[in-house]
């Protein structure tokens, strides 16, 4: 038999005659191996050390870089809804988002019709090409606040409220049955509020609503074809009329865990359901003058929670809500970091008439490292920020389209590639859709992609991991284009020496002057270790500052009526 004493540092074993030592990755330093010879006769026992020395490993550029400064761009056309705009007798409203296998995006979305009086829902998903319809379109002709998820196998499930001249009705549940829509069961036959469907890793449907009659949370499972009650949970109406939603998230075991306003001042409770007992999840109530939270749970079974707040406000259509995220650590709800946002007052609408000012729409999403990303909107535009275990970052520029929109939504692929969909102010407040791809996702990359507006200098922070710890150095080392470029030595930021001009491209890399660039960087540990990858920036099109030609001096007498003058005008109108 054989032991040794630092098992952190190798293992050992006994093979015929033969003694293996095998040394931990990383590890290096000495320990003692003990061997024992044992028969009939007695034993006999030696020792001795086994030293490992440090070999220098090279650095490796992380998969998923600090995405800080990079630009969203749309996918497929932009606007792509039936709106058409504030004086149009179609309206865009309210939006749902959701991927399908393959990680396929899918959109549902509200059309407002004013003659007759009406709310229409479309679901459309993107085929690679264009935004096509799913099923017959509209899904239907009378429906409000929409709840869209799509199965492992790419069949969607779409829950709403119909649209009945503002009166209360019955959650109506739809799957697609080929090229139909048809009802997904029976068994929900009340008059409700919100509602907000779910999936469990078994592809079994779930739904939340707000039972108006006697105010009652409830959630029902379909089981057999039939909605049937899970429990009976003791918890007010969470949205007061303004069809917001809850958070509902089923975990692998078949728990129900429920995000809800409870109580009279609009506080925030969260429960969870074994099959048996609906039970809280920490203190209840545990925030005031919140609305609209979603839940998200990472690998390791930790939970976390987002709303919108606005404190010591006794009358929330006035409040100025910030966002919030927290998690529970096991007793208790704790604040992730300070999610504050700078540019949410003013009074900014909400989706709902009355619903106050501030942050809106806020979602968590949760990537496949289980890294907490935020997205919503406020005065200036969408926002999407990602917490790095210290601090709240931004993913790109806030707001990521300078642009006011009254929806937002937002989703992480299982390969990190990041989406969002909102209501489009550029575009009559249709839906769009917007990514940026992370680079690799199995820390083996070697190229990464950046997108940038025409003017901006910084492409993007790259980061690399050395597992010795070593200090890492970065410098510009090849590419096309090295010479467009350069790099902060000790932070891996990237810049361009000069802001691009997109109608005046330079760039050698891909295809010369087609405003694609090439360069190359290198980490380096100073001790023979290096990491090189290659970054390929594309310069997006921007908006150009006003010019005006020069207008020579005039001449005219006093009896002249007036003296027209031609403009030559660009970028710019006249005000």
């Known amino acids: 038999s054989t032991t040794i004493d630092n098992s952190s540092l190798a293992t050992v074993e006994l093979s015929d005659t033969a003694l293996v030592v095998m040394p931990l990755p990383n590890q290096n330093g000495s320990a003692t191996v003990t061997v024992t010879a044992t028969n009939s006769l007695g034993s006999d026992t030696t020792t001795f050390t086994v030293t490992i020395h440090p070999v220098n490993d090279p650095p490796t550029f992380d998969s998923e870089p600090p995405t800080i400064l990079r630009t969203f761009v749309y996918v497929g056309e932009p606007g792509f809804g039936e709106g058409e705009g504030f004086l149009g007798s179609m309206q865009s409203g309210e939006i749902d988002f959701a991927l399908g296998p393959n990680s396929t995006p899918y959109v549902a979305y509200v059309i407002l019709t004013s003659n007759p009086a009406t709310r229409k829902i479309y679901v459309r998903r993107w085929d690679g090409q264009e935004w096509i319809g799913v099923g017959p379109q509209p899904a239907t002709d009378a429906g409000q606040h929409p709840s869209l998820e799509i199965d492992s196998q790419g069949i969607p499930y779409l829950a709403f409220l119909p649209f009945n001249n503002f009166q209360a009705t019955s959650p109506t549940i739809l799957k697609l049955d080929g090229n139909t829509w048809v009802s997904a069961g029976t068994g929900i036959e009340f008059t409700a509020n919100s509602l907000q469907l779910a999936l469990d890793s078994q592809d079994v449907p779930y739904i939340a609503s707000a039972k108006l009659t006697q105010s009652d949370a409830l959630v029902h499972k379909l089981v057999n074809g039939v909605w049937t009650m899970q429990g009976s949970l003791n918890a007010i109406i969470w949205d007061g009329g303004q069809g917001r939603k809850p958070g509902l998230l089923v975990d692998d075991s078949g728990n129900i865990y429920l995000s809800h306003q409870d109580g009279f001042n609009e506080a925030i409770s969260v429960h969870k359901y074994d099959g048996t007992t609906w039970t809280s999840v920490g203190p209840r109530e545990f925030a005031s003058s919140i609305r609209q939270s979603r839940l998200v749970m990472d690998s390791t079974g930790k939970l976390y929670v987002s709303f919108e707040q606005g404190e010591n406000c006794f009358d929330p259509t006035m409040c100025e809500y910030q966002p919030k995220v927290q998690f529970f650590n096991g007793q208790s709800w704790e604040n992730l970091g300070e999610l504050e946002d700078q540019n949410g007052g003013g009074g900014f609408p909400g989706p709902a008439p009355g619903a106050g000012g501030g942050v809106d729409q806020l979602e968590i999403k949760l990537d496949s490292n289980d890294q907490v990303y935020a997205g919503y909107f406020n005065f200036g535009g969408p926002v999407l920020k990602k917490w790095d275990g210290t601090n709240w970052m931004d993913v790109t520029t806030s707001p990521y389209i300078p642009q006011g929109t009254l ?75 090295e010479e467009a470029f350069e790099i902060t030595q000790s932070t891996g930021i990237l810049s361009f020496k000069e802001p691009p001009d997109f109608e005046n491209p330079i760039d050698l890399g891909d295809t010369a002057g087609n405003n694609t660039y090439v360069v190359e960087v290198t980490a380096d540990d100073s001790n023979g270790g290096t990491a090189k990858t290659t970054v390929t920036v594309t310069v997006l099109d921007g908006e150009e500052p006003p010019e005006i030609s020069t207008i020579p001096s005039q001449e005219t007498t006093e009896d002249f009526d007036e003296l027209r003058i031609s403009l030559d005008l660009t970028g710019a109108s006249t005000d």
């Open 407 to 481: 929806y937002h939504k937002l989703e992480i692929t299982p390969s990190n590639k990041i989406y969002t969909a909102f209501s489009d102010s550029s575009h009559n407040s249709n839906p769009s859709v917007m990514t940026i791809g992370t680079a690799g996702g199995s820390g083996e990359s070697t190229t990464f992609t950046s997108n940038v507006l025409e003017g901006t200098s910084v492409v993007m922070s790259l980061e690399a991991t050395d597992v010795d710890g070593d200090s890492l150095l970065y410098s510009v080392s090849g590419g096309a284009d």
